[in-house]
């Protein structure tokens, strides 16, 4: 036990022995580093990390819950324990004024580290706020309270703010320039007043949207190209894709009166967008009649200001003559206008010509003729030349002629005794009287000569007269082929009964009643052309039976089975039949492209067939469509008249720009840059049965 004691007594010595010696060793030195930034926006949190390690940055074990004091300017902020590793982090909350500061780290030591310290440079900057106009619009007025900035070229204004807090902005309602107007329409984060609250450091950036107008200039060309008096046209109506319905003065000398909507600032989940705002054109009135296809003719403000409108005029030219002997007669031709109006045409040896007439039903008629001139019917609807004949005084002198010759003949046959007109005064001998078979044959001769004389007159007369009523010829239309547009909202195809095919002459094809509504509604002649086969019972290349009739420019098939919906009526894939028949679809243009190596900049890539369309073909594909009701022209709307690219364009064999799609063989014609046939749809000659 005494033993054990000792030992125990050893033992306590050697452990309170160990600490004095400890206490006596020199401590490690030490050294600190302090990460941070050099430049914070005034308002804006920001930590601080100071790394305890030793001078040449290793780790000692005992650099760990060490405990570290930061002071900010000299003045106390807050103490933070280090961790494993040596660091600790300090969030400084606490707004500091803008300038300059000093940040000080100090490690007071311990029994084994020595004492440290570091210092850091930090700016507190001004808080800067920015604000982008959607569009951009340079000039746009931006209140901070007595503060005032303007947009620079890029729609694009920074204001600085000195402490953080809550300040009141306010932006211009509206912008007005010679060419655009510019009206406040809403922020990005669902704000919809000009004057709001933004807090700063919180907000960084904000977007403030414009609803944009922009001031248009227009002029009319016939299809020729050649200008058309704006004094002629009655009324000119457009439509935008939002909806709305303006009309316009033809010839409007005031900027105010021809200021359309171009964009509408819109939301998205990356931010406000500016919109452009499509506009169509609905009608165009010359006396009376519309000589536009409606929706035919799109534009954007934001593309250009400057449209021209082409209007569906065509020429007529007149010719004519006498009935019998075919010389030119009469000094002019009374056209009488769809709308009552007439007008005259004057001729020169029988021929005259009036140009930019506006589609529709008129009557002409032959004046100055000295005999009769019948009104006849004419349905212009494209150039023509119009033959009228009339019974001129020659011609009625001609029959007068023949029909007195009648009369004397009838009275002169079998009365031989009536014959000799001259009796000399002196009474003559009595002649010896004829015998009987002699007096037959002169009444024989007589009747013979009457009958012929007779079948003369006959043949000439119904001649002439076959030839004065003799209706011009027209093309080929629908019972409401000629009717004016009408403004209405796009409605849903209307349910149709199952139709039957109704037998036509060769000589006038005409459109059935199942497709003359669908026909007129969606560009009528200048989307579909004229019908070049009666209608037929037929089945589809999806092996569907559908009612189909052929036209210049597209087959039209109707299935019963989707009577009521807007896809009752239906484009065949002509394209594609052209181009199985010519045998390219094994040609290089028609095989499949690269998705990532687009032609040229402005393409779009549509992975459903593999082809690319660019420029001028993609810009119409945009524009053109059938009416399905959707504002504008949407994409189902071209795909429901186009369909999908087949092939890239290429150089056919006489030299042209073309490109095959589902539905159509688009031509690029660059001597009509510009107008509105710079690029349009080739009739197809090839068809598939």
């Given amino acids: 036990m005494h033993r054990l004691a000792i030992l125990l007594s050893l033992s306590l010595s050697w452990l309170l022995l160990v600490p004095s010696v400890s206490a006596q060793e020199e401590p490690r030195p030490t050294a600190l580093t302090i990460e941070a930034p050099s430049v914070v926006p005034v308002g804006e949190r920001f930590s601080v990390v100071a790394r305890l390690s030793g001078p040449a940055g290793e780790i000692y074990g005992a650099v760990e819950n060490e405990v570290l004091q930061l002071i900010i300017d000299g003045q106390h902020y807050r103490r933070e324990r280090t961790n494993f ?99 406040f329409a809403r922020w990005n984060d669902d704000q919809f007043t000009p004057a709001r609250t933004v807090v700063i450091p919180k907000h960084r950036r904000l ?22 008096d704006p004094a002629r046209i009655e009324r000119l109506v457009l439509k935008s894709s939002t909806g709305e319905l303006r009309e316009l003065p033809p010839a409007a000398a005031d900027p105010a009166t021809r200021t359309l909507q171009a964009s509408r600032a819109l939301p998205t989940h990356a931010g406000l967008v500016s919109a452009p705002v499509q506009w169509s054109v609905e009608i165009v009135s ?116 023949v029909g007195l010759a009648l009369l004397v003949a009838l009275l002169l046959a079998g009365r031989p005794h009536l014959w000799p007109l001259y009796k000399p005064r002196s009474t003559p001998a009595p002649l010896p009287r004829p015998s009987a078979s002699s007096e037959n044959r002169i009444r024989r001769l007589a009747l013979m000569t009457t009958l012929g004389l007779a079948l003369f007159g006959t ?117 594609v039949d052209e181009a199985r028949a010519l045998g390219l679809l094994d040609s290089p243009p028609f095989q499949r492209q690269d998705p990532t190596k687009p032609p040229a900049p402005d393409c779009t890539y549509f992975t459903q067939t593999g082809h690319w369309t660019c420029g001028v073909f993609r810009s119409y594909w945009r524009r053109q469509g059938l009416d399905l009701g959707d504002p504008g022209v949407s994409v189902r709307e071209s795909l429901a008249l186009l369909g999908y690219p087949i092939s890239e364009a290429f150089l056919d064999e006489a030299g042209r720009l073309v490109q095959y799609f589902e539905r159509a063989r688009l031509v690029s014609y660059p001597e009509l840059q510009g107008t509105a046939n710079e690029v349009i749809r080739d009739p197809i000659t090839r068809r598939a049965p």
């Fill in 85 to 183: 590793a040596g660091a600790a982090q300090f969030v400084v909350s606490q707004p500091l004024t803008v300038g300059h500061h000093i940040l000080t780290v100090v490690y007071p030591g311990s029994t084994s580290l020595a004492p440290a310290a570091a210092t850091h440079d930090l700016i507190i900057a001004p808080a800067v706020l920015e604000i982008e106009t959607v569009p951009a619009l340079p000039g746009i007025l931006v209140r901070v309270g007595e503060r005032e900035f303007r947009t620079d070229a890029n729609g694009q204004v920074q204001i600085p703010f000195q402490e953080p807090g809550s300040y009141l902005i306010e932006v211009s309602r509206s912008l007005t320039t010679p060419v655009l107007e510019a009206r």
């Fill in 459 to 575: 043949i000439f007369l119904t001649q002439g007269l076959a030839r004065s009523d003799r209706p011009p010829i027209v093309p080929v239309t629908s019972s409401s082929s000629h009717a004016p547009d009408q403004l209405a909202i796009p409605t849903p195809q209307r349910s149709m009964t199952t139709p039957s095919a109704t037998p036509v002459t060769p000589s006038a094809i005409t459109i059935a009643p199942e497709f003359a509504d669908f026909w007129l509604t969606n560009g009528g002649l200048a989307a579909f052309g004229q019908p070049t086969a009666p209608p037929r019972w037929a089945i589809a290349e999806d092996g569907s039976r559908v009612f189909q009739q052929d036209f210049t420019l597209a087959r039209l098939e109707y299935r019963p089975e989707l009577a009521g919906t807007p896809y009752a009526i239906q484009l065949a894939r002509i394209g």
């Fill in 286 to 401: 010359i006396r009376g009649t519309n000589v536009v296809n409606r929706k035919q003719q799109r534009f954007y403000p934001v593309e250009t200001t400057d449209w021209t409108i082409t209007l569906l005029l065509y020429s007529a030219s007149f010719t004519v003559r006498d009935a019998f002997f075919g010389l030119p007669v009469g000094r002019a031709v009374q056209l009488i206008y769809p709308d009552g109006s007439s007008e005259f045409v004057p001729l020169r040896d029988g021929r005259g010509v009036i140009r930019a007439l506006p589609r529709g039903e008129y009557r002409v008629q032959a004046t100055g003729v000295f005999g009769w001139s019948p009104p006849a019917p004419l349905a212009l609807s494209r150039n023509q030349e119009v033959e009228i004949t009339v019974l001129s005084g020659l011609d009625l002198l001609a029959i007068g002629a």
């Fill in 207 to 228: 977007q403030v949207g414009y609803d944009t107008a922009m001031v248009i200039t227009y002029r009319f060309v016939d299809l020729d190209g050649q200008p058309v």
